[in-house]
C-alpha cells in the first residue's frame, strides 16, 4: 500500500511539474515586442514577506494580494524610463483589473507623497496605487538593483517571472501574457 501511494503521489508531482513547465513554454510564445526582456521562471519563486507603506499610509505586504495575480511595479519619481512606461501600466490597470489581476506600483527610496503626486498628474496617471518603500527593504529583498523592475506573483504570491527596464505593459504581448496567467490558461 505504501508503494502504491508513492507511485500516485510521485505521478502527481511529475503532472503538477510538467504541467508548469508547459505553461511556461506557452507563456514564452506569447513575448513579443518589449515582453522578450520578460525573464519567466521554469518554476516559480519564493516573494518577499518584507512590508511596505500603503497608499493610505497603513503598512501592507505582498501577501495581501494572494488571490489575485499582481504585477508588481517597483518605480521612483526621479526615474526616467518610468515616466515612459507608468502610462502603460495604468492603460493595462483599466483593461485587466479585476477579481484576478491587479496592478500595484511601489515607489521605492525617497519619494516624497507631494511628489509622487506631481508625477502622477503630469503624465496622466490616476487609478494607480501611491504605494512606497521609503527604506528599500522590500525592493532589497526581491532583488531589485535598478528602476523599473516588475514582478508578476501568481495568486499564490509566488513570483513567476520579471522584466528589468521599462516596457509597453499595454502591448497585445503583454496582455495575452497576463491574461493567460490570471485565468489559468
Given amino acids: 500500500m505504501r508503494k502504491l501511494k508513492s507511485i500516485l503521489l510521485y505521478t502527481a508531482l511529475g503532472l503538477l511539474a510538467n504541467a508548469a513547465h508547459a505553461q511556461s513554454s506557452d507563456l514564452a510564445a506569447l513575448r513579443e515586442g518589449d515582453m522578450r526582456k520578460l525573464t519567466l521562471h521554469s518554476e516559480t519563486m519564493e516573494s518577499s514577506d518584507e512590508t511596505f507603506i500603503g ?26 524610463p518610468c515616466r515612459k512606461e507608468m502610462p502603460h501600466l495604468s492603460k493595462l490597470q483599466n483593461d485587466l483589473m479585476g477579481e484576478n489581476f491587479e496592478v500595484v506600483t511601489i515607489a521605492t527610496g525617497r519619494n516624497p507623497r ?18 512606497t518603500d521609503p527604506r528599500q ?16 506573483l501568481g495568486p499564490d504570491g509566488r513570483e513567476i517571472g520579471r522584466l528589468q527596464g521599462d516596457a509597453d505593459w499595454a502591448s497585445d504581448s503583454a496582455m495575452a501574457i497576463l491574461t493567460a496567467i490570471s485565468t489559468g490558461e
Fill in 137 to 152: 527593504t522590500l525592493a532589497r529583498s526581491m532583488g531589485v538593483l535598478g528602476l523599473p523592475v516588475t514582478v508578476i
Fill in 55 to 80: 497608499a493610505d499610509g497603513s503598512e501592507m505586504s505582498l501577501a495581501d494580494y494572494v488571490g489575485k495575480t499582481v504585477l508588481v511595479n517597483f518605480w521612483a519619481t526621479w526615474c526616467a
Fill in 114 to 131: 507631494p511628489a509622487m503626486e506631481a508625477f502622477f498628474k503630469e503624465i496622466g496617471v490616476d487609478n494607480l496605487p501611491l504605494h
